[in-house]
């Protein structure tokens, strides 16, 4: 149980593009989810809440016109990285609570942006 | 600021060994500790830590907490090159959120 899907799991795109990660809970409701980014070797950095049904909330720094969050259903959020640039690529990881503190992870999506 | 600290960052050691994991922690609004093991992609949960001085234990793994002092150890027994990957540990920033603080990670090496 507690399953979290990524979905792509690794994009190559262009500067100026924009793309899309979904994460999925696929055996849980998941009210809440999470998106983080990581660095290499550094840890995890929390990005923004998606609550379904709601806006999201952006860690302080982290530029909501940038990193659009939609969260359309209990199982679904989505993250759209527009215009993106050089300095987004990264490792997007996700994760969706079952209720309570702890969070499963999605896979991660690896984005290069060229 | 709350903040997680783990050490050591890295950890380079020998199939058979055993390892112990610290993570020491300032949070306010303490309610938990949670253990995470991360290998190629996306961390994997291990334990939950919320009382003193209980002991969670899952195979060659165990982990306990200690409120007083503010920290958890995370003990690996009989270690394989399997067990190689980054282990995280995380706090719930306060009583209403579920928003976790991570700690840097120890990079643990298990070398045949």
């Known amino acids: 149980g507690a399953v979290v899907s990524q979905h792509p799991s690794r994009v190559i795109c262009k500067s100026g593009t924009s793309v899309k990660i979904e994460c999925r809970s696929l055996?849980?409701?998941?009210?809440?989810m999470f998106w983080y980014r990581q660095f290499p070797k550094k840890s995890l950095m929390l990005m923004a809440t998606?609550?379904?049904?709601?806006?999201?909330?952006?860690e302080q720094g982290v530029e909501k016109d940038k990193f659009l969050i939609n969260h359309a259903s209990l199982t679904l959020s989505t993250l759209t990285v527009t215009s993106a640039h050089p300095e987004d690529s990264s490792f997007y990881i996700c994760?969706?609570?079952?209720?309570?503190?702890?969070?499963?992870f999605g896979p991660g999506t690896r984005l290069l942006v060229l | 600021e709350d903040k997680v600290v783990q050490s050591p960052l890295s950890l380079v050691v020998h199939e058979g060994d055993t390892v112990t994991l610290n993570c020491s922690y300032e949070?306010?609004?303490?309610?938990?500790l949670l253990w995470y093991k991360q290998e190629k992609k996306a961390p994997t949960f291990l334990f939950m830590l919320?009382?003193?001085?209980i002991e969670k234990k899952s195979g060659r793994l165990s982990s306990i907490l200690d409120k007083k002092e503010l920290f958890s150890i995370l003990n690996i027994t009989a270690t394989q090159t399997g067990d190689s990957a980054i282990y995280l540990c995380?706090?719930?920033?306060?009583?209403?959120?579920?928003?976790?603080?991570f700690g840097t990670g120890t990079r643990l090496q298990v070398f045949p």
């Open positions: 949070v306010t609004n303490f309610r938990s």
């Open positions: 055996d849980f409701q998941a009210t809440t």
């Open positions: 919320t009382s003193s001085g």
């Open positions: 995380a706090a719930p920033r306060d009583y209403n959120t579920d928003k976790l603080i």
């Open positions: 998606s609550n379904e049904g709601s806006k999201a909330t952006y």
């Open positions: 994760s969706a609570g079952a209720g309570g503190e702890t969070q499963y």
